[in-house]
């Protein structure tokens, strides 16, 4: 008949602006950064988007509270520096936070828009004004009158910087102690420098001493002095502890000591904080096998396996014992390894690194696994399968299965608390340990964890530091 | 920046030379204590290396290092004189000699280098009221370090030489298989140099059981227990010689796996040291 409704159009679902990429096939033999970041027109393009929402969903995705909404906003307008420094008003690190964050699983999943299309790509926005503004030249923003109080912050990484930036922005003074000869924390020793430039992690911490921030490097809390002469000698009226993951873990299976077995702790730092890919121009060597097997499933996994692929591996696999669906690594980065060329050995665990009389390693003896039950953290336990062992042909191992905390510091404070794994315990609210005035936050609290949780962890900790020394 | 204050080549056999430098490092030098070592980094390029405390001066603010020059670190290191900077200096790391307990009679063996590294534990157990035994050893009278520093503390010397050249002709473990055999009460050895030597005097002492700490020098990176670059097997259980040691008890440690785990590098090792040398002449 002739009254049919005509049907309500809707549009399709739009997707984010694509990220310009190095090829895969280019990349995977050079160290130079794979996301090459937004230009101007892509940028906005992306932000036009943005609905602006009366009551946007975004912000509380965000651990260190980005004032989102209005950075994007900023963004629509072309005001790129104007929306980076709305963004360091709560976030220290945006250039670090817009390569490394998992947005897809913070702001990025509680984006109203992202309901029937794919997520404004915060992330990317994020990283674009970040960079922007650095090489624009950034100005400081007005400081507070100091408060005249002394806080030490110790580690240097996510959750210190971040402490530190929140702290000196409200008055007072910080000093940060770090053990390596550089600041950066996982950001320096860790991430490599084809997904966070070490130059960016760089400006940021200098950007942090320009507001006022002291860094002592080289300095080891604990050994060379401890918290209680840092309070009670020096003058600290508060302490953030932010040491982070310490002692990597190896499994419990013969060969871990081979000559070719390797933390990925020390993989990474030998190439990323001590720049062991540009050797012999740097002193500090790195080897490669031909075959490399690193195990585990996590992020770290994914940037052991991509680095041996750019140090000259001819074969690099990941062996995980549980399947894709469960791996801990973003997805973007387990896709940019596949794209590399890195072959995902899933449902299989080591149970022995075979080794020749030099103690130099041959092969990996591995077995099958399949799911069973859900375990304790609702994950299908792989189990398992009885006859199934085979020896993968690999003549190095790198092993990726997290890290445990640090003992230098819990052992050496008297009265500081810890759990049964070593990790500091703190009053969830405030971030304080069991010792008055000493707080603490990130993988040192939690084990090994993300960037961004530990960023959190030292933000709520410095409100937690400012509230204590406000009322002692 | 650290700065050496004080440099001696304290011995120099055809071009191999074990140096001493003094470095002012007033908060290392607060509280390091013997057993100890600091990781250091001689220029912005440079790898990160372990070194043991040799000597500390608190009042100073002193630390003394003593290294033999052997590869590319250590010569570059070498260079280095009075009054000029080593870029990274990072201590004190690692437990320290439990030497301040009286054992009764110890026995302390310095081989090469390592008598730098053995005198200050051998000093303090000798204030803490032992009888002390040193046996300094070397590869021939041209390579014996802190012979005087050693003989000035201890209650009986004895130095040997692989050569004769100097003392007794042999291995440290010819003097100690010697006191062991003459029925000499010892309570505790303690033995620091290369690791075929501390090897052998673990092996010396384990049929009497006499108690044997030595001092490993594992591969580092960054020497707080972060990389596990430095692990090692101790009765059988994986352990870090930053953290957990550097001394261990000597019966325990897996020296062979050591050795191996040793030359790891051993290869880009000698490319840093033969580039090095070809663009830069030695300096």
New interface residues.
Partial sequence: MADEKPKRKRKPPTKKVPMPEQDPDVRRRNFEEVALGYTAEQAIEEAMKCLQCRNPKCISGCPVEVPIKQFVELVQEGKFVEAAMKIKETNSLPAVCGRVCPQETQCEASCIYGIRNEPIAIGRLERFVADFARQKGEDLPELPPKIGKKVAVIGCGPAGLTCAGDLILLGYDVTIFE???KGGGVLQ?GIPEFRLPKDIVDAEIEYLQRLGVDIK????IG???TIKELMEVDGYEAVFIGSGA???N?MHIEG??L??V??A??FL??VNL??GYR?????????IGNKVAVIGGGNVAMDAARTSLRLGAEEVYIVYRRAREQMPARAEEIHHAEEEGVQFKLLMNPVEVLGDG??HVIGMKCIRMELGEPDASGRRRPVPIPNSEFVLDVDMVIVAIGNSP???IPSTTPGLSVSKWGTIEIDEETGMTTVPGVFAGGDIVTGAATVISAMGAGKRAARGIHEYLSKN | MYEITKKKVLANVGGARTTLMVVKAPDVARVCLPGQFVMIRVNETGERIPLTVADFDRDRGEVTIVFQEVGKTTKLLGTLEEGEFIQDFVGPLGKATPADKKYGTVVAIGGGCGSAIAYPVARAFKDAGNYLITINGARSMDFLIYRDEMKSISDEWYETTDDGSCGVHGFVTTVLADLIEKGRDIDLVFAVGPVPMMKFVAKTTESKGIHTIVSLNSIMVDGTGMCGACRVSVGGQMKFSCVDGPEFDGHQVDFDELMRRLEAYKEKEAISLEEWEKQAGGR
């Fill in positions: 053990a390596f000869h020793y490097y080289n300095f080891v050994k060379i002095r310490g002692a990597p190896f871990m000591n000559v070719d390797f933390s702790n020390e730092t030998r001590m720049k050797f012999p121009e740097y002193d500090t060597p790195v080897n030099a103690k640090n003992p230098i």
